[in-house]
DNA sequence: GACTCTCCCAATGTAC
DNA sequence: GTACATTGGGAGAGTC
């Protein structure tokens, strides 16, 4: 007789039916997360249609949602490293 | 007197009403697109829980969105290079 | 009178003198890395040139990084699930 | 008889000599790559043990590369970008 | 109290 | 050149 196998049998050590469920679930997941990101690139050319900057655009996006206080605390250290290399405009206060 | 600008003003040359209504559309998907990735995440977890291997599933995952015959053809053409490097078990007609 | 620093100072903070010196060995650590890597480049395009498929080349050397005790596990496993996905030809000895 | 393939033969159809040269070379630039990535990671690491904050020390790095008349043009818009969205202190010469 | 282990994010590398 | 996916590192929590 042939294996003795159910429609959720374990062939090989694998249950099929649980596998294939989860598969299909995470299937069905990225689809839907396919759209929205599709449909999020529909929203920065349209943006682009409009006159703004899609690099730019994003990187405001971006700091939205940094906490405003971490964010100030970073941008305050960057400004130290940039002036210690030299890299900004000379400070005023010091010439 | 101040520059007349009006709810949707061009201060500094940005539509400002225009923008945040585009940065708002753009976080809302970014929060559903977000919401889906979690779920995602969470399959892999329960299929893991359950005993799968979360790696090899994201393999297979990968492996059902190609065409099965281009699929073939690359596997055979790694095999092929595989062979040359001599990373395969010997070929059992060449003994 | 104004702060006393030297050549190292550290206005603001920071030790200018030391962060240069890290960025500049980063930066120049950098620029070897790109050289190297658009060496790599090069090869693929030769073999590209002599016939070989890049894409699945880069597999092959991918493959090559890996134990082979482990590769093997793993595509053991990833057929099993292949299989209970039914993306394998059918087992010959069930039929 | 065997098949008459020199030390160079193309069993399956692949130069197997050739194909290891350039898997021979692939690999050994990639070491070398390798080195140069962990002793980036290095510096960083030590920087950081000098008090340097890593994350904003790398966008120090990254804004080096950049050229700095487009840094600056960009950094203009995100200003204004941020200011249309309100995420800056308002502008003192509004009020 | 330290150490491991897991989870998450960032960064690199790859595919389109 | 951009966008996705995967991998590696870092942080944080739980355990011994």
Redesign the interface.
Same mark, same amino acid.
């Given at each position: 007789m042939?294996?003795k196998v159910g429609h959720n049998s374990q /062939?090989?050590? @694998?249950? /099929?039916g649980?596998?294939?469920a989860? *598969?299909e !679930? =995470? $299937?069905r997941? $990225?689809e $839907?997360?396919k759209v =929205?990101?599709d449909? #999020?690139k529909e @929203?920065?050319a349209?943006?682009k249609g409009?006159g703004?900057?899609t %690099? #730019?655009?994003k %990187? /405001? *996006?971006a +700091? !939205?949602k940094k906490d405003?206080a971490e964010r100030e605390e970073?941008e305050t #250290?960057?400004q +130290?490293? +940039?002036?210690?290399?030299g890299?900004l405009p000379q400070e005023e206060d010091d010439i």
């Open positions: 042939a294996p /062939a090989g050590g @694998v249950a /099929a649980q596998l294939k989860f *598969v !679930r =995470i $299937e997941l $990225e $839907e997360k =929205i990101a449909d #999020i @929203v920065y349209e943006a409009n703004f900057d %690099k #730019i655009l %990187k /405001a *996006v +700091l !939205r405003p970073e #250290i960057l +130290l490293y +940039l002036q210690a290399l890299m």
